[in-house]
């Protein structure tokens, strides 16, 4: 039956199924040709995984939000914000791994660093008041700031390899910075509530933020695995330079 749900669970159920897809794909035939180490198909193996837990944990918060028992409804609401912070992870993990892959001491400072971010937002979707309308801005700073904090091993990453003009910097920091831009658009669509503000019962069932907001995600994801798969391969070819200073 057609109804304001459908675009939602399809969108993500797709998108579950294109994750799954993508990691068979790895595992058969992207990761075996870059000569992948067993580290590296644990992060993608980590990545994946994170991308298909968030997207189903949405699908089932879409089939049931409407179940006739408020608690269960909520139940599934506070999944889909647990598997928005998993997906957040799954992004975290290879962007991480492969930036600071000639420099061990940071990347373990900064997966150490997101793994306790992550926890903490999971610690505070269990308090009682999480999923109140009191707590709606606080949800939306904490899912921002986990998000945003990305920035800063972002411009480490670039200061470690010695600024804007470098060839590593180049062909990488573009990458990012659309990674952020489809995000930030996301979120857009998530806060705003635009188009349907503006055409109240005209995007019910085709076209409502929230649906913008589903396929930005899956596209978001599927942006940064083909990035990570860029930069591992880059890496895979290239030697780590020498640093002078710093761990
Ligand atoms: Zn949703």
Redesign the pocket.
Same mark, same amino acid.
């Given at each position: 039956m057609l109804s304001n749900e459908t675009v939602?669970i399809w969108s993500h159920l797709l998108g579950f199924l294109l994750f799954f897809l993508l990691g068979v794909n790895d595992v058969s035939t992207v990761l075996p040709a870059s000569g992948a180490s067993r580290e590296d198909y644990v992060i993608y193996a980590i990545g994946l995984f994170c991308f298909q837990v968030c997207m189903l944990c949405?699908v089932g918060? !879409?089939l049931f939000c409407c179940h006739r028992s408020e608690k269960t409804c909520r139940r599934w609401l506070a999944l889909?914000y647990a598997g928005i912070s998993i997906g957040i992870l799954g992004c975290y993990v290879p962007g991480v791994f492969y930036a600071f892959y000639c420099n061990s001491f940071w990347r373990q400072v900064y997966l150490v660093v997101v793994l306790a971010l992550i926890l903490a937002v999971f610690s505070a979707q269990v308090h009682p008041l999480y999923l109140s309308q009191e707590w709606k801005l606080l949800r939306s700073a904490l899912f921002c700031s986990v998000a945003a904090f990305g920035v800063l091993p972002a411009f480490h990453w670039v200061w470690l390899n010695g600024g804007f003009g470098t060839e590593a910097v180049q062909a990488f920091f573009p990458r990012v910075m659309i990674m952020y831009l489809i995000a930030a658009s996301a979120f857009m669509f998530y806060i705003t509530k635009i188009p349907e503000r503006y055409f109240p019962g005209h995007v019910n069932y085709l076209g409502a933020s !929230?649906q913008v907001w589903?396929i930005l995600v899956v596209l978001m994801f599927y942006w940064w695995h083909q990035t990570a798969i860029y930069i591992m391969t880059y890496r895979h070819r290239t030697q780590c330079p020498v640093y002078t200073s710093g761990g």
């Open positions: 939602n949405s918060y !879409h889909d !929230h589903h």
